[in-house]
């Protein structure tokens, strides 16, 4: 069902900047708001950005988001151990009529 | 926000159903809310199966769960309820029930349900 393209995987050391990014088509990414999940090993997926680039109350500055036609990016900053896990795009698929979810992508912080 | 309480693992033969429950507090009236299932399989990514509008008593599936999954709501207890019918092996997966916001946004999940099936 995922059709939005995301790395598999992606590592940086403590303190450094990551992207991670996500690509669509004009059915979902290029005429949708695009959200941004964190899921924690042990923990329930979490908000992390809505509607493009907007950040939940709560989400540190650290993390950034942006879209630009049919992909998005996630940045985030200052990297720290505790950001370890999956980190899912998500947007609405207009022709599907359903949430589409990218294949998530592990960030390791080694 | 909308806490979402899901209910507890289940263990199930293959060809048997399986019924999840979610119940919200908090949030305003439950009717007013949009609840969406999404699974994860072990190893894999999150799944969109469907959703409900409770205030208008609508529900839509993703086409792979058009015939085996039923999703309903009862405003009267603010809960949710997502049932598989015809379990297979590669039903076995965490199931999450989700607040849909504005713009498809998913702001509020549920703790997950684990769900194993077995022989």
């Known amino acids: 069902q995922s059709v939005l393209t995301q790395p598999p995987s992606v590592s940086a050391t403590p303190g450094q900047k990551v992207t991670i990014s996500c690509s669509g088509d004009?059915?979902?990414?290029?005429?949708?708001?695009v959200s941004w999940y964190q899921h924690l090993p042990g923990a329930v997926p979490k908000l992390l950005i809505y509607e493009n680039d907007k950040r939940p109350s709560g989400i540190p500055v650290r993390f950034s988001a942006s879209k630009s036609g049919t992909s998005a990016t996630l940045a985030i900053t200052e990297l720290q151990t505790g950001d370890e896990g999956d980190f899912y795009c998500?947007?609405?698929?207009?022709?599907?009529?359903?949430?589409?979810f990218g294949g998530g992508t592990k960030l390791t912080v080694v | 926000q909308v806490q979402l309480v899901q209910s507890g693992a289940e263990v199930k033969l293959p060809g048997s159903s399986v019924k999840v429950s979610c119940t919200a507090s908090g949030g305003g009236p439950f009717s007013g809310h949009t609840i969406a299932w999404v699974r994860q399989a072990p190893g894999q990514g999150l799944e969109w199966m469907g959703r409900?509008?409770?205030?208008?008593?609508?529900?839509d599936y993703a086409q792979k769960f058009q015939d085996r999954v039923t999703i309903t709501a009862d405003s009267s207890t603010r809960t949710a309820f997502m049932e598989v019918s015809g379990l297979t092996f590669e039903d076995t997966a965490v199931y999450y029930c989700?607040?849909?916001?504005?713009?498809?946004?998913?702001?509020?999940w549920g703790q997950g349900t684990m769900v194993i099936v077995s022989s």
């Open positions: 409900v509008i409770p205030v208008v008593g609508v529900t």
């Open positions: 998500g947007t609405w698929d207009s022709s599907l009529r359903v949430v589409l």
């Open positions: 004009n059915s979902n990414i290029g005429n949708n708001y």
């Open positions: 989700a607040k849909v916001g504005p713009f498809y946004t998913l702001s509020d």
